[in-house]
């Protein structure tokens, strides 16, 4: 009868350990928006999938589809978004602004993919990080729009935007809010950041506001107003979290540690 009782006793704490939801010891998944390749290839940057590692996620490709039940599957799947840098967005459609003569490459079928995700991404309430191209489509997902083409269009800019020094060196320098999400990432309020981009946020969109700006009035990252986890920066914080410089680490960090949070 001993016997039996402690054979008992020793498959309750089995099961008890192993029914355990041991949520909260696992790393989150973090989907990062693709590129279409030309239709041959769906493909984001290894610096993204680094940065996410680094920062203790568990990084998740997610492809371009105009399929929104799949998309919907891939969000089911994923503990928060990384909407990925690239091409141009189209303005005509997107933000009802004929095309500038210095608007980049446009791929409708990542347009779409892109501000389906993002906004049903927000919708389900989890975590988001845009980054440049991922910065301007939050905002115009949201209602905001763009400059199409920083040098021509922006009166007074006098900061080099698209630099030629490496990805992992900064260039410009961003003056950060104190008390944004971004000022409690990296707990800086002026930081030298690299930049790749052309066209940046114009009108904001409402819910919306901007976080940080370069000296000649760019905006430089936005955030959803009363939230705690949909963000954007026009830099590449990836490439120097990739290449082990950790300026930037805490705002991976902070999207891993809030979509924990958010799977609770
Ligand atoms: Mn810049």
Redesign the pocket.
Known sequence: MKKFLTLIMILLVTVVTFAQPQKSSKKPIIGISSTWGGGIATSAPLNYVKSVMRAGGVPVVLPVTDDPQLIARMLETVDAVIMTGGEDIDPLKWFGEEPHPALGEVIPERDLFDITLIRMAVAKGLPVLGICRGEQLMNVAFGGSLYQDIPSQVKGTY?K?MQKAPGYYGT?SVMIETGSLLYKQIGLDSVA?N?F?HQAVKFVAPGFKVTAR?KDG?V?AIEKIGSSKVFGV??HPEVFTANDIDTFLGIFKYLVEEAIGNRQ
């Open positions: 900061v935007h410009h950041t930049s981009h370069s760019i430089e026009q830099f």
